[in-house]
């Protein structure tokens, strides 16, 4: 295992102390250039490490993938995962090994070192997985709460099945974007409480939901449920994930069977996918469960961890306003919990799969996870930095979303998940 | 454009008229022996006709798939699917050609006759596409009203949105398995309302639901809206559909966000994909919309398709009883509604999707599509013919679903879609 808190392991690459990708977090990821095609690779401070090239170097020949080249040039590492936990872990145990201020294989290897790596920013980046299924939960406490009060009833905003159920609908896979991804303004079904009948127009409450996906890294057959106490190997590692959402359009659709059209017109995800290894270290207790879960959800020590988030709004040619700064420590389902209910039926599971957290929002004020909860239903207008307000998403913002962890001097980092407004289709 | 309904139109092989599969049929499925491996077919009279067999005897090689001949060896037809409208059109036609009985290039060459047909009985059927996205819609007005009326207000069983949006939502693609395999009833948590708390074990409420679901031909970028009048271009046939419900598990999970674990322990697909240009002579018009629907979802012309539909429920051991006869015409919203409704906020389709109709349910008691709406939730138990009743589904039964559509003397079946229900995990 990485010691992914050791602050003496360090890199021959010079990495600025705010980096979100020193040696310890190592997340993997596909990119493209024009000369290399497509290719997995590590994030390791401004730089990619080139997976397939690193391959090709021979660097890999003593573990078990060197008949299996190809997995790194795939448009998605789903291949890779599907080589299973050991192989992971091995191929990122070598990286951070080549990447170590000691060692000269790679370092003093000229050729190797320049065809090895490439400037983050010379690079695409694309969706790291192709996602077979996306489930969207409903994990925080305080997100349920605020929406029941909006929506439903603000004397018994949580519905009686939440505190014993990590609720969640079945989402849209297709529609998984990377993040940069512009994101076109949906069209779809309104109707105002008064209105006697619904139109169809470009949707008026455009909103961002802030929330953390993990991907699947094993799939189980059908029939198998997966005890909780071994559910987190089931995870490959963790995404950003920005589930855009038309409010207007969801409130008029979603009863009886949930989100649809409110929701599917796009979904946008980090091309870094961070390890539960990497992970390790900022691992806390998830807040106290009552009732007590039932059997099948309970689960025992740290289930959750401490990842700063935040969200920022940037209009069209104006400056940056962060509007909210939230922690994925505050969901009240762990991931675990999650994939155990997933599979609690027998559902099966397959390789790149996501499952979302839902919204991430604290219990202050400034760290809600979505414009609906941060402008109330757009009845408090969110002031930004040039003098604009907000009650929803207008064209031309783009939202950005972060996240890192951070302790004894080591950071963590995510990255970000971006994406423009588009104006609606005529 | 074959004429589908010509009843002069008649094969060289010997065909049952009660055969859900005459030359006017010719729907696609994919198939394996141990000789052959996996193969795409071609449902005639109790034959497969081997598409790879066929293709390597040059029968296609003046078709534009001639480089291709690998789409017919894959374990789904995703890929054939994926040539193209124009090409499916052109196999199909040229099998057309090649099974009349006065065409003699495969009637009378035995070697290839021999190499090109396979009795049915011979083959495994294996799920005919990977179906990368599945919506469930909730298209039948009936039992729309009759969930209403039990789940909800028998007094306002309809719901405000339901005349305006064809209501559907994403289900779980992972669990969708071919017609014939086993379903492990699913262990989950139901609550009875008088009870103080949930508990976790197997379903009590174990149901099926009777549907017809369309599968996609075509992809769309994202943002890009299919206009109605264009909606059927992206179909490339239909399959029967067994959306197996676990009523207990769904009504105590699903409010807000919808059906989950109550329908991702499996659903069923018939092996063999009937094509729109078969079932073109069963084209009729659908029940009148009250109100209108607005502008992208207002459709001329016949939308609809009058195929009989059949359950049957046959326990372990014992003989099959028929216990509900419905028709795919009584859909209130149509095909091309839903998926112009699915496409209107710019969600991107992909080839291989599933669409699933929801339960279709006629306006007698004999014609309803589920457990819940024939025994009206448990409360009047259904009569076997072996002298039994049921209230939901036991372990051990078998229910079988059929469909076809007939008339001028020619009928155009579906074949079945079957599974057996096993006992629960422990």
């Known amino acids: 295992m990485l010691a992914a808190n050791n602050p003496d392991l360090h890199s021959w690459i010079d990495i600025s102390p705010l980096s979100d990708f020193p040696i310890q977090n190592l997340p993997f990821g596909v990119f493209e250039t024009p000369e290399r095609g497509t290719r997995a690779g590590v994030a390791i401070g401004d730089y990619v490490l080139d997976l397939y090239a690193v391959s090709q170097y021979g660097f890999f020949d003593d573990l078990d993938i060197t008949n299996q080249p190809k997995v ?38 000229e050729e190797a070192m320049h065809t090895c790596l490439v400037r983050q920013s010379e690079v695409q980046m694309l969706r790291p997985v192709r996602p077979g299924n996306y489930t969207d939960f409903y994990s925080s406490i305080e997100h349920a709460t605020n929406v029941g009060m909006m929506f439903r009833d ?11 159920i990590p609720i969640g609908y079945h989402g849209r896979a297709s529609s998984i974007v990377v993040s940069g991804t512009d994101i076109r303004r949906p069209n779809g079904q309104r109707k105002a409480p008064d209105a006697a009948a619904p139109t169809f127009g470009p949707s008026q409450q455009l909103d961002f939901e802030l929330e953390v996906a993990f991907i699947g890294g094993r799939a189980t057959q059908l029939g198998h449920a997966v005890p909780i106490q071994q559910a987190e190997d089931y995870i490959f590692g963790l995404v950003l994930f920005n589930d855009w959402s038309a409010r207007d359009i969801q409130s008029w659709e979603y009863v009886p069977l949930g989100p649809f059209l409110g929701k599917s017109f796009g979904s946008s995800v980090s091309p870094w996918i961070v390890t539960l290894d990497a992970l390790e270290p900022f691992r806390v207790p998830g807040p106290e469960q009552e009732p007590e879960p039932l059997l099948y959800l309970r689960q025992t020590g740290a289930a959750n961890f401490d990842i700063n988030l935040e969200v920022a709004i940037e209009p ?4 940056e306003t962060v509007i909210s700064r939230s922690n994925f420590k505050y969901m009240y389902w762990s991931m675990a919990q999650q994939l155990a209910h997933q599979t609690s039926n027998g559902c099966n599971l397959q390789v790149g799969d996501l499952y979302a957290s839902g919204t991430i929002s604290g219990s202050t004020p400034d760290s809600l996870g979505s414009m609906l909860e941060l402008t109330w239903r757009g009845t408090r207008p969110l002031p930004l930095a040039d003098g604009s307000e907000r009650k929803f998403l207008l064209d031309g913002d783009t939202v950005t979303m972060r996240g890192f962890a951070e302790k004894d001097g080591i950071r963590i980092g995510f990255g970000e998940v971006s994406g423009t407004i588009l104006p609606a289709n005529q």
Chains 1, 2 share one sequence.
């Open 154 to 164: 603000p004397a018994n905003a949580l519905l009686p099945n939440w505190r014993h």
């Open 316 to 319: 069209a040619g104006g400056s």
């Open 72 to 109: 790194f040039r795939r448009r998605s590492l789903n291949s890779f995962i599907r080589l299973g936990r050991p192989t992971w872990r091995a191929v990122r145990q070598r990286v951070s090994e080549l990447l170590r201020h000691d060692n000269p294989a790679l370092r003093d290897n």
